[in-house]
T-cell receptor, first 117, second 111 residues
Framework: GAVVSQHPSRVICKSGTSVKIECRSL??????MFWYRQFPKKSLMLMAT?????????EQGVEKDKFLINHASLTLSTLTVTSAHPEDSSFYIC?????????????FGPGTRLTVL | SQELEQSPQSLIVQEGKNLTINCTSS?????LYWYKQKYGEGLIFLMM?????EEKSHEKITAKLDEKKQQSSLHITASQPSHAGIYLC???????????FGGGTRVLVKP
């Protein structure tokens, strides 16, 4: 199966700083990547859809100026949490949709645990 | 998501016993996906169902989608400790559309 990596796997930062999380498709091209957020013991909540070469589409209630998404190539999307606060602490997971696949099969990264002190 | 209900929320079974997880949508689905997640890790794709009445099996896991394409079940036969984890169903409303996830079912298999 296709492999998606995320970096870093864990990050601890101080309140007010910005944190960048990378999502890479290692052995396939992904025109579309998705960013999810997961709270403890909760399901995944879609934050935004990242399209290569265009602006991301954010879900209702997600601040686009807070969570900056850049999809500069067919294998890399980045999520930057700007001016992080403790309430931004969460598990962030990305997924990538394979180009040319008939179904909406998404391959997920291992996730990034963000802790804001 | 309130549009996609999973039940039960958690499940503890004795090793060797069968278990079933249900996923119900308020609207007709284009596709229904099942994933497994271990705590603090990403999601592992299990199966995808698209046709009404479809049933797929992989090893000891069987997933079904009803004829109306609004309800799916995931059945594990003779459960093992390796089956422990969080099972998530994801709904696709239209072709190429985003996935909406259910609340997840935590499964614990007691040896």
């Amino acid at each position: 199966g296709a492999v998606v990596s995320q970096h870093p796997s864990r990050v601890i930062c101080k309140s007010g700083t910005s944190v960048k999380i990378e999502c890479r498709s290692l052995d396939f091209q992904a025109t579309t990547m998705f960013w999810y957020r997961q709270f403890p013991k909760k399901s995944l909540m879609l934050m935004a859809t990242s399209n290569e070469g265009s602006k991301a589409t954010y879900e209702q209630g997600v601040e686009k100026d807070k969570f900056l998404i850049n999809h500069a190539s067919l294998t890399l999307s980045t999520l930057t949490v700007t001016s992080a606060h403790p309430e931004d602490s969460s598990f962030y997971i990305c997924s990538a949709r394979v180009v040319g696949r008939l179904y909406n099969e998404q391959f997920f990264g291992p996730g990034t645990r963000l802790t804001v002190l | 998501s309130q549009e996609l209900e999973q039940s039960p929320q958690s499940l503890i079974v004795q090793e060797g016993k069968n278990l079933t997880i249900n996923c119900t949508s308020s609207k007709t689905l284009y596709g229904l996906y099942w994933y497994k997640q271990k705590y603090g890790e990403g999601l592992i794709f299990l199966m995808m169902l698209q046709k009404g009445g479809e049933e797929k099996s992989h090893e000891k896991i069987t997933a079904k989608l009803d004829e109306k394409k609004q309800q799916s079940s995931l059945h594990i036969t003779a459960s093992q400790p390796s089956h422990a984890g969080i099972y998530l169903c994801g709904a696709e409303r239209a072709a190429g559309n985003k996935l909406t996830f259910g609340g997840g079912t935590r499964v614990l298999v007691k040896p």
